[in-house]
């Protein structure tokens, strides 16, 4: 797909979902969150669901967690514009709670063509809720934050959601030192530099979890 056809399918996705009903979610948001970036981004930062300023103004990542995004994307020379930027749901879960399970198998086919038209060499997860959907796994992000997962021909790396860090600031160096991570893999253009020893097969890491592993990650 040619970068303008990306740009103009992912238009027209977002102009076909934006006024989504298929859940409960649809009655209490105020703006639907799309996600926000380039069609061309070499890398998505994926994280769980609008919160309250993100339901707002209609933003992914607005707000202190988005400003810290901004920070750590700018200490590895992006901008945010350069970047895709979405979530798992696109609808605020009320009162900031978790989303539910089925809100998620709703709303997960919509982030999986956000994927598809992207195409993105590398997509790193932020918290639990995006890993666990994206690598097919039971596993929580304290097991899996800064490994280096390749499926198919695209990498996945989870960090820490930036929310979770302005709470805990021992976590902050950690996801400065994962940003680190995430810049040398862009700059290898998604292939896995050699120089890092933590790449993990899928298969023997997530073992004895979900069992549609593979069907799922064959969407994208
Ligand atoms: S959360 Fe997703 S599935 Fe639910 S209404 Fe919003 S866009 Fe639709």
Redesign the pocket.
């Known amino acids: 797909m040619g970068d303008y056809d990306k740009r103009e399918k992912l238009k027209e996705f977002y102009l076909k ?1 934006r006024g ?4 409960e ?2 009655r209490s ?1 105020t703006k ?1 969150v799309f996600g926000s970036g380039s069609a061309y981004a070499p890398v998505m930062f994926v994280g769980e669901a609008p919160g309250k300023n993100e339901d707002l103004q209609g933003l992914p990542f607005v707000g202190q967690a988005g400003k810290l995004l901004d920070e750590l994307l700018d200490s590895i020379g992006f901008d945010r514009s350069e970047v895709f930027i979405a979530n798992v ?3 605020r879960p009320p009162g900031n709670r978790d989303p539910r399970i089925e ?1 998620i198998n ?2 997960k086919s ?1 982030l999986l063509e956000q994927i598809k038209i992207i195409d993105p060499k590398i997509i790193c997860t932020l918290g639990k809720i995006s890993t666990q959907l994206l690598l097919n796994t039971d596993k929580g992000i304290n097991t899996l934050r800064g490994k280096v997962f390749k499926v198919d021909s695209r990498i996945i790396m989870p960090i820490n959601h930036p929310a979770a860090v302005l709470y805990t600031p021992s976590r902050m160096e950690i996801l400065k030192q994962d940003f680190q991570k995430i810049k040398r893999l862009i700059d290898s253009d998604g292939e896995v530099p050699a120089c890092e020893e933590d790449i993990l097969n899928l298969e023997s890491e997530t073992t004895g979890d979900k069992q549609n592993k593979g069907e799922q990650l064959g969407l994208f």
């Open positions: 979902i989504c009903q298929e859940c979610l649809s948001r639907f749901l696109k609808c809100e709703t709303c919509y």
